[in-house]
């Protein structure tokens, strides 16, 4: 089972470049998640995705762009790559439950940005 | 405020003993809670999950919620070395699909 799949795994980048993460579940969640995890801060919400079609803010949007394709893809896009930006980005999905739901994690995209 | 506060640790603990890991969060209308456990270099996976008042209970682990103190807490009774990992604590607000995580808390257990 692929569960939840990102690419690429690793990408460095020169400030000013813009590039696409990717994401992509096989399990018919409705729900999608960006977050970003640096040392000591945890995982800080970029974007989610409640559905198809539609996306939200979270706690640190800016710099970002995300669109959710359709149910399965939900990509995060930076336009103008600065050097807070370097991080490990997190796509995660789950199912909406009432109460519970947990996230399923991709393997995670470590982004490198000189 | 951060919306979910946890202490940083790191919290060193004995082999055998029970490490205790706590959380709070700031949004009332917080609906659920969640105990994720992260290895260094890997993804989150989830330990537990609570949503009503009270105790948990689940193998070695103990999960406890109180939404009168706005306080969550994990508890690992007979630690062992490969609980030695960072505990997030993540909170599902009731008013949308937002899930919001703490700074996690680094677990070191001592042989």
């Known amino acids: 089972n692929a569960g939840v799949t990102q690419t690429p795994k690793f990408q460095v980048l020169k400030t000013g470049q813009s590039m696409t993460l990717q994401c992509a579940q096989d399990?018919?969640?409705?729900?999608m998640y960006w977050y970003r995890q640096d040392p000591g801060m945890g995982l800080r919400l970029i974007y989610y995705?409640?559905?198809?079609?539609?996306?939200d803010k979270g706690e640190v949007p800016n710099g970002y762009n995300v669109s959710r394709l359709n149910k399965r893809e939900f990509s995060l896009r930076l336009e103008s790559a600065a050097p807070s930006q370097t991080s490990v980005y997190f796509c995660?999905?789950?199912?909406?439950?009432?109460?519970?739901?947990?996230?399923?994690f991709g393997e995670g995209s470590r982004l490198t940005v000189l | 405020q951060k919306e979910v506060e946890q202490n940083s640790g790191p919290l060193s603990v004995p082999e055998g003993a029970i490490a205790s890991l706590n959380c709070t969060y700031s949004?009332?209308?917080?609906?659920?809670f969640f105990w994720y456990r992260q290895y260094s270099g890997k993804s989150p996976e989830l330990i537990m999950f609570?949503?009503?008042?009270g105790d948990k209970e689940d193998g070695r682990f103990t999960a406890q919620l109180n939404k009168a103190s706005q306080y969550v807490s994990l508890l690992i009774r007979d630690s062992q070395p490969s609980d030695s990992a960072t505990y997030l604590c993540?909170?599902?607000?009731?008013?949308?699909?937002?899930?919001?995580f703490g700074k996690g808390t680094r677990l070191h257990i001592l042989p």
């Open positions: 949004d009332r209308g917080s609906q659920s």
């Open positions: 993540a909170v599902k607000r009731n008013r949308d699909d937002k899930i919001i």
């Open positions: 609570i949503y009503s008042n």
């Open positions: 995660a999905s789950r199912r909406q439950v009432t109460n519970t739901g947990e996230l399923f």
């Open positions: 399990m018919n969640h409705n729900s």
């Open positions: 995705s409640a559905s198809e079609g539609t996306t």
